[in-house]
């Protein structure tokens, strides 16, 4: 019976990810793991998830996100934290509809044809699907949310957040429908907030076009990028403190191509160095432009279809697109000789950020946010410290931004969305401004009333995420017990959409700020450094990453690299790293199972017997806790990982379990066992580690888990387990310093074999003089002779009395050092000859660079990269002689 239970228990050769994740993560969500319960007596942490958009699956920027929050959420959980993690997913707005609509050309169809219910039951369907994908792969990722918690931006929850948002901030006067220059994308048909346009600098022409003076000869010459606009034009500007100019103003122009007479004004925002210093004024499709005519008292002329067709106002160049009209109109001035002179010129370009088409500045009728009120109270929640940046740096972004805050367009021109809660009367013109939908007008009681057909900007219900999540407006149990979050983890890149107006909004309706720390993570790059896009092909899909390494590697490679607000390099090598050390816990945890007699259920330790490589592993275990957790709290994940990483590989991998290996085959009567040890500090770093390999860890966890003491058999997951403490007493530095020693010394005559090239199954013979070391160092002979195969071995507590023998090797360490007869090594003489050859070969190529890099011709000719590179060669190559000189003195 022992013996098929043994081989029932036994743990496969190797670690195959595919096969356990799946079932713990179903593990953890039927035992409840994930949800949170609300302990009044306890501070609660918390992290609403940024919720990624429905256009697609997720990117590997989401699996860094996911697993960035998993590790805090994962953590506090184990401290013991009621801990909230709560998912969500965004309608997205323009960008899904981008993707929706794109879906319906390749079917032939655009919106319009389908009309505006239909086409929401597309986008409703697309959602579902987008949600369905998007959950799972938040699984597979390993992600331990609420689920039970999971928000869309379109619930009615969230919905019924947005209308009272605007309603609250309408009725305060602080959103207001105006007319105003914005940013029109030709392609989407709405109207975009200055944040969703992407500047690009283009090489383009400044064209100098003559304009006639109507009423007397001569004439004035304006400068102009965009010649299509000259058709907008409703006056000529100049400064006026420009002598050259002061004559014409008040006399009026021809516009050429439209000969419509337009007047010449003094503004003061005229730059008499741009250009000619007279400038053309076209109010409605240039946002400074906008402002001299409304200083000016001059009419606005909209010269574009919705569609950036020339509209009727373009005379002769009707229903041309804009682009055709430009070319059009040039050749006309040409003819017509007042097109004096073109030059190229690089300026900037707006692009719609969703579809990449060049952007129009139009005059329009739009709902905006003031939001100078709002960012003043979002600039103090900073400063006053209530709110914390990390990295730190970002702070002077945020307030630099907030400071020159500029009024935010919300209303866009789609279908997809949250519908703009106003509703205008046919009867009379007044408006209706609810939160339930309007079913008459609130000032003559007519029901001839019609609602706004815009719906408003996507980042409007992101920016109430933090609290419409919790159940605002009502006040609800979690809002007054979850609000505000712990932490908000996001990328940089969004910190002026999204995480800025989570700050004046979350204030603004709830009086407090959304959350305590504002943690940036980077942007993700390939091994070359560069930014992932599908146009370069370089995108690394996180599913199929996981699939090839295991979550565990995916995360360890994200995890590792990271640091606040620093981008991060996903390397191949890297994903190895991680599934090689999922491996090498495996294959530890094997040893370690294999090792604890079948029915052994004593593991306790026996503190006062314990030898110095066990309290020297117990003494590094609560070191690394100790650091790791700071660091966490720092949130350095990184680099704590990194160091559990080095603790669980370098030391306890190996060194504590290849010096154990020696200690059970050679086990003496009355000794204690190694077990125990083995057992604790491998369970309390698998603990250590959940929070960033949480998959591999479980496994291993269970695996270990009838091993341990009887308390622990109660615990169903190692997810609801602990976090490890470290405990201060249990820092040992002297059997630090011993074990430091005895590494050093197998270290070394490893290294030294290697040098010599000594064959592996060669024994080796060693003189090792460790001072007042000695007497704890003896007790280590077996594991050095047998780790090093070195035999035999003497140690000696005396200083060595110089020199050594003859034809002996000698390494000086930190507390010791070791002599090692060459003949026990290698065949002296041919050892010699060997190195001198290798000397003289090398002092060869050292001269040569070295004259090389004398030579003028050279120095001068060749490109500085070449020269560099042979600097570089030079250093290596003395360096190896070098080496090589060291070694030959034997
Ligand atoms: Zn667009
Ligand atoms: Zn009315």
């Known amino acids: 019976m022992a013996e098929s239970t043994q081989i029932q228990d036994e743990m496969p050769k190797a670690y195959e990810p595919r096969k356990v994740e799946g079932k713990w993560y179903q593990f953890w969500v039927e035992k409840g793991c994930f949800k949170v319960e609300i302990d009044p007596g306890k501070r609660p942490f918390v992290i609403i998830m940024p919720p990624p958009n429905v256009t697609g699956e997720l990117h590997i920027g989401h699996a860094l996100t996911a697993t960035l929050e998993d590790i805090m959420t994962r953590w506090h959980r184990m401290k013991g934290d009621p801990t909230l993690w709560l998912p969500g997913v965004d309608h997205a707005g323009i960008a899904a509809q981008v993707v929706v609509e794109q879906l319906l050309a390749e079917e032939g169809l655009d919106r319009h044809q389908l009309g505006r219910d239909k086409f929401i039951e597309r986008m409703k369907q697309w959602a579902v699907e987008c949600r369905g994908t998007i959950a799972e792969q938040h699984q597979r990722l390993g992600t331990s949310c609420d689920w039970s918690r999971e928000c869309f931006t379109l619930d009615e929850g969230p919905s019924r957040a947005v209308r009272t948002a605007f309603v609250r901030l309408y009725n305060k006067g602080l959103i207001y429908r105006g007319e105003r220059i914005i940013n029109w994308c030709p392609r989407c048909a709405t109207a975009l907030s200055d944040l969703e346009v992407d500047h690009k600098d283009i090489q383009g022409h400044l064209y100098y076009v003559r304009y006639h003076l109507a009423e007397d000869d001569g004439f004035i010459t304006v400068a102009t990028t965009r010649p299509e606009t000259i058709l907008g034009d409703t006056a000529v500007a100049v400064n006026p403190k420009d002598e050259r100019f002061r004559a014409m103003i008040g006399k009026k122009v021809i516009l050429p191509a439209v000969n419509r007479v337009i007047p010449v004004v003094a503004d003061e925002v005229v730059d008499p160095t741009f250009g000619t210093g007279a400038v053309k004024i076209t109010p409605a499709h240039d946002p400074v432009d906008f402002e001299v005519a409304q200083r000016q008292g001059l009419p606005l002329v909209n010269i574009l279809n919705p569609d950036a067709t020339m509209n009727e106002n373009a005379g002769p160049y009707t229903g041309l697109d804009r682009f055709a009209c430009r070319e059009a109109i040039l050749s006309d001035l040409e003819k017509d000789g007042l097109l004096v002179k073109v030059e190229p010129y690089s300026h900037s370009v707006g692009h719609c950020q969703r579809c990449q088409t060049t952007i129009e500045p139009i005059a329009s009728k739009q709902w905006f946010i003031n939001t100078q009120p709002l960012a003043q109270a979002a600039i103090n929640a900073v400063l006053d410290g209530r709110i914390t940046i990390i990295p730190e740096r970002f702070t002077k972004v945020y307030l630099n931004w907030m400071e020159n805050i500029r009024d935010w367009c919300i209303s866009r021109q789609l279908w997809w969305g949250h519908r703009i809660p106003v509703w205008y009367c046919h009867d009379c013109g007044e408006l209706t401004v609810t939160i339930e939908e309007a079913k008459s007008c609130c000032h003559c009681g007519s029901l001839n009333i019609e609602q706004d057909p815009d719906v408003l900007d996507t980042w409007f219900s992101s920016a109430l995420w933090t609290h419409s999540t919790l159940g605002w407006p009502d006040d609800s149990e979690s809002l007054r017990y979850f609000y505000p979050s712990t932490v908000m983890e996001t990328g940089y890149d969004i910190l002026f959409f999204w995480v800025a107006r989570m700050v004046m909004m979350g204030l603004e309706d709830t009086g407090d700020i959304p959350f305590r720390t504002v943690y940036l993570h980077g942007l993700i790059r390939d091994e070359k450094g560069e930014k992932m896009s599908k146009i370069k092909g370089n995108v690394l899909n996180p599913i199929e990453t996981l699939e090839k390494y295991g979550t565990d590697a995916l995360r360890f490679a994200l995890s590792t690299g990271t640091s606040p607000g620093n981008d991060l390099k996903l390397t191949t090598s890297r994903l190895e790293a991680g599934r090689n050390f999922a491996n090498k816990l495996w294959n530890a945890t094997r040893f370690v199972v294999r090792s604890i007699e079948p029915n052994r259920t004593d593991v306790k330790i026996q503190w006062d017997l314990l030898p110095v490589e066990d309290r020297w592993i117990l003494s590094r275990l609560n070191g690394t806790i100790s650091s790791v957790t700071s660091l966490m709290e720092d949130f350095q994940f990184g680099e704590a990982q990194r160091q559990i990483y080095e603790f669980l590989w ?56 009838s091993h341990l003491p009887s308390d622990w058999q109660q615990v169903e997951s190692i997810m609801i387990t602990t976090y490890p403490q470290a405990d201060k007493a249990a820092i040992d530095p002297q059997s630090e310093r011993i074990m430091k020693s ?17 064959e592996s199954t060669r024994w080796i013979e060693a003189q090792v003089y460790t001072g007042e070391l000695t007497s704890a160092i003896t007790p280590y002979t077996q594991a050095i002779q047998t780790l090093a195969r070195v035999r035999p071995v003497t140690f000696s507590d005396s200083i060595r009395e110089a020199p050594a023998a003859e034809n002996a090797l000698v390494l000086v360490l930190k507390e010791s050092e070791i002599v090692i007869p060459m003949e026990s090594m290698v065949d002296v003489e041919a050892e010699r000859k060997r190195l001198q050859k290798e000397i003289e070969q090398s002092q060869a190529e050292v001269v040569q660079l070295e004259a090389r890099l004398k030579d003028e011709a050279f120095l001068t000719k060749a490109p500085e990269a070449i020269v560099d590179k042979e600097r570089s060669k030079l250093a290596m190559k003395q360096d190896k002689l070098e080496r090589l000189k060291q070694q030959i003195k034997f």
């Open 650 to 705: 370098g030391e306890f991998c190996d060194w504590y379990i290849e010096i154990t290996k020696v200690r059970l085959r050679s086990v003496s009567e009355g000794a204690p066992s190694p077990i125990p040890v083995l057992v604790y500090v491998l369970e309390t770093s698998l603990r250590l580690l959940h929070p960033y390999m949480p998959f591999v860890t479980e496994e291993l966890w269970q695996n270990l888990k």
């Open 742 to 758: 005895v590494i050093e010394i197998i270290h070394s005559i490893r290294n030294a074999r290697a040098q010599y090239k000594v």
